[in-house]
């Protein structure tokens, strides 16, 4: 079994608010991703790292940041949240390139009023 | 850039019927592929994957061969059961520099009713 963690599983906020998704995990693994799950099921790679301290961003722009200062955690920050940040966010991770597959955690489903 | 093309959804099967999800990738090269199922309320987990060509990736009585010369890594199951009811993603690797990353398709919903 893959241990990767997500905190909060769902989080329903009012608009203005900074919000923190967590995303921990306990492989060691040096690559870590942030997906967006659109209502239709299609994920969409929003950042990514390498390791400790490289962060780029994935393929569909997005407003939130995330930084990666130890290993296990690659948190995702909101700065401010819209309605339009409504959706599910999924972490993953990997331990090399290609052959290896990504770990996903079970999620966030975010509602943002 | 790389592309995953699955069968469109939502495939709706009857208990012990046979399953076909058709998948097709465009990365050039020798990319590994990958299905993966997510349940409702969960995160995506890993069915099954290959790494080369004719490989055949096997998993809980699903099944997928890694066929190069048509670009293709099909998933089948021969009976399917009400808890197969789920999402399934096709993806690949990549095969170049970008293989730090999967290539997903947009997901087939399945259905199976008793």
């Known amino acids: 079994e893959a241990d990767i963690y997500q905190t909060p599983r769902y989080l329903v906020i009012g608009t203005g608010k900074k919000i923190t998704l967590e995303c921990s995990q306990t492989?060691?693994?040096?690559?870590m991703y942030w997906y967006q799950q659109d209502p239709g099921m299609e994920l969409h790679l929003i950042h990514y790292?390498?390791?400790?301290?490289?962060?780029e961003k994935g393929d569909l722009s997005s407003e939130s940041t995330v930084s990666r200062i130890r290993t296990e955690h690659f948190p995702l920050t909101l700065e401010s949240a819209r309605p339009s940040h409504t959706s599910q966010y999924l972490c993953?991770?990997?331990?090399?390139?290609?052959?290896?597959?990504?770990?996903f955690g079970d999620g966030t489903r975010l509602s943002i009023l | 850039g790389d592309s995953v093309t699955q069968m469109e959804g939502p495939v709706t099967l009857s208990e012990e019927a046979f399953l076909t999800i058709n998948c097709t990738y465009t990365?050039?090269?020798?990319?590994?592929l990958f299905w993966y199922v997510q349940y409702p309320g969960e995160g995506l987990q890993l069915l099954l994957k290959?790494?080369?060509?004719?490989d055949k990736g096997s998993n809980k009585g699903f099944e997928a061969t890694y066929r190069k010369e048509t670009t293709s890594f099909h998933l089948e199951k021969g009976s399917v059961q009400v808890s197969d009811s789920a999402v399934y993603f096709c993806?690949?690797?990549?095969?170049?520099?970008?293989?730090?990353?999967?290539?997903f398709g947009k997901g087939t919903l399945l259905t199976v009713n008793p």
């Open positions: 990365a050039t090269g020798y990319p590994s």
């Open positions: 790292s390498y390791g400790v301290n490289s962060t």
């Open positions: 993953a991770s990997s331990d090399s390139w290609g052959n290896q597959p990504q770990h």
């Open positions: 290959a790494t080369k060509a004719d």
């Open positions: 492989m060691g693994h040096d690559k």
């Open positions: 993806a690949e690797s990549g095969s170049g520099g970008s293989n730090y990353k999967l290539t």
